[in-house]
């Protein structure tokens, strides 16, 4: 038995993608920047259809669209490319408690060099309020990056409103939009996006590919300050040779996304969650979900079990079912996640708390065998119980 519900960490290659992607690692091999023979001609060709693919999934154009080799590289060039080349007109950058570490790094990054970051608070619930985001704001504001969906508990941020609230003060608006990417609808232009980080093996495509969407028509116009120089390859954002099988597979996982959306797997998904999650309120007692119920990810349920440790009830599944502890973060340092610390959570609640990710290939039925080991594997757990200390 091998069940994966771990899709918020990464998800399988779609079989299509990896069809589409085959031919550019050995008969269509050429560089895309040697375009004076058909190999690079065939491999530049096969760039702009993933690229427009992926531009179409978010509501953008094609040449808006900066690839690069994963959505951390992408916040990194976002935060830290915009924040140094808008230097001169201030050096104060707005986010959130609850972002992802790479987000949360290279604003450390800034504040060693001098910048000033304001880390906005969040309720229990998990979601920004974009009043307290306009409270910080100041007149030399140049990056507010807020994330699209929570890696963690899933909860769905107002970006739409935070984005119309920075376009209205000529503040830079960047957001994270990897867990929300090919989960729900994704629009740059709706949610007064100016940069939005973007990866593909969260969304059925490959590894080490990702994106960055930089708008061109914000006045005055954005120009980062690459992090990576050499051959000039995507305008000078981004140089490096282009990583072509990579890019066909995201712009193909992008291209199945949009149709995934339009045919009703959020909701598929969300029928999921909420009979797992009713599954385990009904066969353990004292199961408490974590952030709010919505709006989030529909395949994203994060709850804590009373009184079970969630460590423990991992092992105990013997790896075949594929879930992650609430504490399992790369900041942690031992004192649980960062997120459930935001949000307020007390040691019970952020040691005891799981993450489950729904994806595209789960059914009802493994929904179902989960909730019984589970079950079991908390009886155990229990008749073991330690409390641990802050």
């Known amino acids: 038995m091998r069940i994966y519900l771990d899709h918020h960490a990464t998800t399988p290659v779609d079989p299509q993608v990896l069809s589409a992607m085959l031919p550019y690692f050995t008969e269509q091999f050429g560089n895309p920047s040697s375009r004076q023979h058909v190999f690079g001609q065939e491999a530049a060709q096969a760039v702009a259809e993933g690229r427009a693919h992926v531009a179409a999934l978010v509501g953008a154009q094609p040449e808006e669209i900066v690839f690069t080799s994963g959505a951390t590289e992408s916040d990194n060039l976002a935060i830290r490319g915009a924040a140094r080349s808008l230097a001169p007109r201030g050096r104060h950058v707005v986010t959130t408690a609850i972002e992802h570490p790479a987000v949360l790094e290279p604003c450390r990054t800034l504040e060693r060099e001098g910048f000033e970051v304001t880390r906005v608070e969040v309720g229990p619930d998990g979601v920004v309020d974009p009043a307290r985001v306009a409270a910080a704001l100041r007149v030399d504001t140049v990056l507010v990056s807020v994330m699209a969906a929570n890696n963690e508990i899933g909860t769905i941020q107002p970006v739409e409103e935070i984005g119309a609230l920075c376009r209205g003060r000529s503040v830079v608006f960047h957001c994270d939009a990897v867990q929300a990417l090919g989960r729900v609808p994704v629009d740059v232009a709706a949610w ?179 909730v019984e080991a589970l079950a079991e594997a908390v009886k155990t757990a229990r008749s073991r119980w330690q409390p641990a200390s802050s």
């Open 192 to 370: 007064n996006v100016d940069l939005m980080s973007l990866s593909a093996h969260k969304m059925y495509g490959p590894k080490g590919v990702g994106a960055l969407y930089v708008r061109r028509d914000r006045k005055p116009r954005l120009r980062l300050q690459p992090q990576a120089e050499g051959g000039g390859q995507e305008k000078g954002a981004r140089s490096g040779t282009l990583n072509v099988p990579g890019i066909v597979g995201f712009g193909e996982a992008a291209r199945l996304g949009a149709q995934a959306i339009a045919s009703g797997e959020p909701q598929r998904l969300r029928a999921l969650r909420d009979r797992l999650f009713e599954g385990l309120r009904k066969h353990i007692d004292g199961v408490e979900l974590n952030g709010a119920a919505e709006p989030r990810l529909p395949g994203n349920l994060h709850v804590s079990i009373e009184r079970a440790e969630a460590e423990t009830l991992i092992l105990s599944l013997g790896g075949s079912i594929a879930l992650s502890s609430g504490a399992a973060c790369a900041e942690s340092e031992g004192k649980g996640s960062h997120v459930l610390r935001a949000i307020g959570l007390p040691d019970e609640r952020v040691y005891t708390a799981l993450r489950f990710g729904l994806g595209r290939y789960n059914d009802a039925a493994e929904v179902d065998t989960v």
